[in-house]
């Protein structure tokens, strides 16, 4: 048991020098730029909504008037005939 234990303790050891060593390299500068590159490119396509909003937004009439129903955020708005 104690033998177990000491092996998971020299990997975890590894692991945590590895990434050190990473982290205080040109690697981590080069990966620590491409991961900031990526959260700005995925930051500036999301749409603010974390599911597919296609199908939320129906026109319903209602006696005589057409509202547009947004039946994934609930609002509901009347629409004028022009």
Do not use: P
């Not at 982290?23 to 974390?50: P, R, T």
């Not at 199908?55 to 955020?73: H, L, N, P, R």
């Amino acid at each position: 048991m104690n033998e177990e234990l000491d092996e998971q303790e020299k990997r975890e050891n590894r692991f945590a020098e590895a990434i050190a060593e990473i982290a205080h390299s040109q690697l981590g500068y080069y990966i620590g730029v491409a991961l900031f590159m990526f959260v700005i490119l995925v930051l500036s396509k999301w749409d603010g909504h974390l599911f597919d909003r296609k199908g939320c937004v129906e026109v319903q009439e209602i006696s005589g008037k057409f509202f547009k129903v947004d039946t994934c955020s609930g609002k509901v708005e009347e629409l004028e005939a022009k």
